[in-house]
Nanobody, 123 residues
Framework: QVQLVESGGGLVQAGGSLKLSCAAS????????MGWFRQRPGKEREFVGA????????IDADSVKGRFTISRDNAENTAYLQMNSLKPEDTAVYYC????????????????WGQGTQVTVSS
């Protein structure tokens, strides 16, 4: 069973950047596709992006395309979410998740979740 811990959240001004990390332990990291999700205030959790087990391909939500980049380092057992050109509407708790299958945008497909990290974007 894999454990996930997110870090890197914080307060940033609109237009700024943050890089979130998701450190994995307890499993063979390279066998898990990794997803990033967020939950904005008063909203349901939504898909942000995902990266395949090898890191060769990614899926991005339309709302973050061109601004957010998902990557992973299998040697470091870590997935990343680079967020640029942040907007106040990106304010949310960001979660990483893992599944031992291909990357997907379906929230219910992920088996393991981190505790989340808060990102607040001020206007």
């Amino acid at each position: 069973q894999v454990q996930l811990v997110e870090s890197g959240g914080g307060l940033v001004q609109a237009g700024g950047s943050l890089k979130l990390s998701c450190a994995a332990s307890g499993g063979t990291f390279s066998t898990y596709a990794m997803g990033w999700f967020r939950q904005r205030p008063g909203k349901e959790r939504e898909f942000v992006g995902a990266v395949s087990r090898s890191g060769a391909y990614t899926i991005d939500a339309d709302s973050v395309k061109g601004r957010f980049t998902i990557s992973r380092d299998n040697a470091e057992n870590t997935a990343y979410l680079q967020m640029n050109s942040l907007k106040p509407e990106d304010t949310a708790v960001y979660y990483c998740a893992a599944r031992s299958d291909i990357a997907t945008s379906r929230i219910r497909a992920y088996d393991y979740w981190g505790q989340g990290t808060q990102v607040t974007v001020s206007s």
